[in-house]
């Protein structure tokens, strides 16, 4: 039956689309590009102030310059400062130039973009805090900085002139000193009377006063420091906004220049023990023709000298440790998108897939730390990170953040020309992240912290914890393969495991004395592992009929087996107007507007196999509609839903009539979540909004990161959630180092994941899923059943656990503490290696007994 629908599928969605691409044609003709009105920036600034802005509650003091803006925050516990920029930064020898002082000076660096998508980098040291042009508002609670940055000099509010009648009326106001000076710097101007270098014209057409009276004009050149000067001198004299106002008008000889200006402001507050700093998303101006792409908030804040010890925390994987001074300038630097790539966004090659499951950073620093949390707008993130050598002296982690999104075109196949497109607008909603100050001094101590910083966030975080060792085993039913039926190629679906097999599995697995498991379903329904969107749910009837799934369904409940059906509501994999998906209508766009047309890439040479068919992304409130659809049929069934995407990738839509942002995805996403959570909820890797709602997390990711930059991994994230959710790395028989793995598994307290087939490998032959070769039953349930045994045996007690310390010790053995004081020792070396009195055999671990 699904050869004959996969026919008729194909040739529908084939030539369907061709009676109406005509018309698609001619719509897209019609759309013109939207005229956009000029913006002027107003340049923020004015006196520059003295002294200093403060903050100040029970726990912490927050002291901010005036003058610069620069700022400290001291913890009243510790007596720990930490500064928001080096003390040292112009005597740093390792900043050779003037630029890269400037940057350790800086609170705020910008980018932006243009047509031709070349970006640039602004710090506000050179571009706004030495130009004046910011103000600084204290509040009750707050204190806020507007700062306008661009390469423009601050709007001083003196006039450019004045008749000769006013201009003595106000200098007689003045002391004899600034009445001298002041005169100094406006020349008075005859129109009769012009020196040879004048150009009467140009004046008459600034100043057409001129032509009937004598005026006093600034001279051009002036400095801003005596621009300063003067505007106090006018302002005591009794000049006001008012005469400001009418003489501006009246006068003004400033230019539209069309040069990059930037409106951005940052708001600090103290919380407790936290620093929390904000950015109004809809506050910030900029214009068009220089669109803000990204902004990264206070790179050098607590940063560690040459002669400090420390090191950064990373969300990398589950977390990594730079060391302070590590040597390795020559590596490139940490970048890392939090939550990953948003697939809404093109790209045509992908070497290495960055992304951050939680949104933080840490630092210590002799003895005090201090933890970042993203919070508003975390999705929009970034996460840097670099050590001494490279531009300056100073180890810094920082967050930016992606304002304004763009992708490249192409005008013509006829022209190497390609531009870029812009985003044309910011959303209103809020950036902030939230420094937590301690004195914790090793990163398991801080791992605790952000525990509780995660309880405080999450309320219901461990409300779904078992009190058994995680183990799950998924069951792939059917994939696609490509057949031909009268010449035409088409994809039908290849059985790999029956409904029926499927229950053979499990009760050889309890036979073996695998008894205590959650079972998830892949490619169960609608034709298998990338299956056709969720506008309805059927079953696959070459591994059997509804009625077999439902038998399945039966036998599994007596068994007592907890079972998750698994599928996708992100993308439309062999899917078209026979299934109810159609492109145009239902599918997500790039900001190019057009749709969100996907390939895989190459782990060889890294492109895009557009030799293979493509999927596309759908548009969130589609994504909706599927996922209601798939949670309709579990219902049905009363079984749990395992969810491959949602709660892992964070895909936008940019479509200019129905823009979704990257927060209001993971709304939905949240959304989602809960309403899945009925019958219970599998989540695949899990953002750490995710985490709440999971009956178990499949597939984290605990394997060590590849960036050389990096000094070595930890189980951070797993310290700061172990007890609270159940998880498991990627299925042990399908990864690339099974042993590893397993050190992994044990090493960070996760559980046990298997993949299995009925059939052998040699099935999947021609096929495009070689990643389930090592998946066959008959191969791997023995070691399977070896490995469940004894990871139950050593780990059922401390599920629960808190995971209290984790370290590295001479040896290079990794040992994990939990609260009940059993310890894991694993090693990693070809070698045996006795440590605190335990012997940890080579490529294996041993587990000691709390007292």
Not at 141 to 152: C, L
Not at 256 to 267: K, R, T
Not at 310 to 315: E, M, N, R
Not at 342 to 365: C, H, I, Q, W
């Amino acid at each position: 039956m699904e050869g004959k629908r996969s026919w008729i599928k194909s040739i529908l969605n084939i030539f369907i689309p061709i009676a109406v691409l005509g018309i698609v044609v001619m719509l897209l003709f019609k759309i013109q590009p939207e005229e956009v009105e000029p913006i002027e920036i107003e340049i923020r600034g004015g006196s520059i102030g003295e002294g200093m802005a403060i903050l100040e509650n029970d726990d912490l003091i927050f002291t901010m310059d005036r003058a610069t803006s620069r700022f400290s925050v001291t913890d009243k516990a510790t007596g720990v400062v930490w500064d928001s920029n080096p003390e040292n930064a112009d005597n740093d020898p390792l900043a050779p130039t003037i630029d890269k002082k400037a940057n350790l000076k800086s609170t705020l660096y910008i980018t932006y973009g243009n047509v031709n998508g070349i970006m640039t980098t602004y710090n506000n040291s050179t571009y706004s805090i030495d130009k004046g042009i910011f103000d600084i508002v204290e509040n009750k609670d707050s204190v806020v900085v507007n700062y306008t940055i661009g390469n423009t000099e601050k709007e001083y509010k003196i006039p450019l002139a004045l008749s000769e009648k006013d201009f003595k009326a106000i200098t007689k106001n003045m002391d004899k000193k600034a009445s001298k000076q002041v005169k100094e710097y406006y020349r008075k101007t005859d129109i009769n009377n012009l020196r040879a270098s004048d150009n009467k014209e140009d004046l008459l057409a600034r100043y057409p006063d001129l032509a009937d009276m004598k005026l006093y004009i600034l001279r051009d050149g002036v400095a801003q420091h005596l621009k300063a000067t003067i505007e106090t001198y006018f302002w005591n004299a009794g000049y006001t906004e008012e005469q400001y106002q009418a003489h501006l008008a009246r006068y003004s000889t400033k230019k539209s220049e069309d040069i990059p200006l930037f409106n951005i402001s940052v708001e600090y507050k103290l919380d407790g023990r936290d620093l929390v700093v904000s950015v109004p998303m809809d506050k910030i101006e900029y214009k068009p023709d220089y669109p803000l792409v990204n902004i990264e908030l206070l790179p050098y804040f607590g940063a560690g000298g040459t002669e400090d010890q420390g090191f950064i925390v990373l969300p990398e994987s589950s977390g990594a440790i730079i060391e302070f001074n590590n040597g390795r300038s020559d590596q490139n630097p940490y970048y890392a998108n939090v939550y990953g790539w948003d697939y809404a966004s093109s790209r045509t090659s992908v070497v290495t897939e960055t992304r951050n499951s939680f949104p933080m950073f840490g630092l210590s620093k002799n003895g005090a730390s201090f933890l970042c949390m993203l919070e508003d707008g975390a999705s929009y993130g970034n996460i840097n990170a670099d050590v001494s050598g490279r531009f300056d002296g100073y180890n810094h982690v920082d967050a930016g953040y992606s304002i304004v999104h763009y992708e490249s075109y192409d005008v013509t196949e006829k022209s190497n020309a390609t531009f870029y497109v812009y985003e044309d607008s910011i959303p209103a909603q809020m950036i902030s992240q939230r420094y937590r100050f301690g004195d914790a001094d090793n990163y398991s101590d801080m791992a605790a912290v952000y525990r509780n910083y995660l309880l405080e966030r999450y309320p219901n975080l461990g409300s779904k914890k078992s009190d058994k060792m995680p183990a799950v085993i998924e069951v792939i039913g059917a994939i696609d393969k490509v057949q031909q039926t009268a010449g035409i190629p088409y994809k039908q679906p290849l059985e790999l495991t029956t409904y029926d097999e499927t229950v053979e599995i499990v009760d050889e697995l309890k036979n073996l004395g695998v008894d205590d498991f959650d079972l998830k379903l892949t490619g169960a329904v609608n034709d298998g592992v990338k299956h056709y969107v969720f506008t309805d749910v059927d079953t696959v009837s070459r591994l059997g009929g509804k009625s077999d799934f439902k038998d399945m369904l039966e036998n599994l409940k007596q068994r007592n087996i907890k079972v998750y059906l698994e599928g996708q509501t992100d993308f439309a994999y062999d899917s078209g107007w026979s299934d109810g998906y159609i492109g145009f209508r239902d599918g997500a766009k790039f900001v190019s507007r057009e749709q969100a047309e996907l390939y895989d890439y190459s782990f060889v040479w890294y492109g895009q196999e557009d030799y293979n068919d493509p999927y596309y992304l759908v548009k969130p409130s589609y994504k909706k509609e599927c996922f209601d659809e798939f949670k309709s049929f579990t219902d049905e069934y009363q079984i749990g839903m395992a969810l491959r995407n949602t709660g892992y990738l964070l895909n936008s839509d940019y479509n200019p009539k129905d823009k979704v942002t990257r927060e209001e995805a993971k709304k939905l996403s949240e959304e989602i979540l809960s309403d899945a959570a009925e019958y219970g909820t599998i989540v695949n890797h899990a953002n750490d909004y995710a985490l709440q709602y999971a009956d178990v997390v499949t597939s984290m990711d605990i394997s060590n990161s590849n960036m050389a930059i990096i000094d070595y991994d930890i189980p951070f994230y797993e310290m700061a959630i172990h007890g609270l959710v159940d998880y498991t790395g990627v299925p042990i028989n399908l990864s690339e180092d099974f042993e590893y793995e397993i050190l992994k598994s044990a090493e960070f307290g996760a559980g046990l994941a298997f993949t299995f087939m009925r059939c052998s490998p040699d099935r999947i032959q021609e096929t495009l899923y070689s990643e389930y070769f090592g998946g066959s039953f008959d191969l791997w349930k023995d070691k399977a059943a070896q490995l469940y045994k004894r990871f139950k045996n050593d780990f059922d007690d401390v599920s629960d656990k808190k995971m209290i310390s984790h370290k590295i010790d001479e040896n290079n053995i990794r040992i994990t503490e939990y609260e009940n004081g059993t310890k894991v020792y694993v090693n990693y070396e070809y070698k045996d290696i006795e440590t605190d009195g335990v012997k940890v055999p080579a490529r294996d671990f041993a587990v000691k007994r709390g007292e």
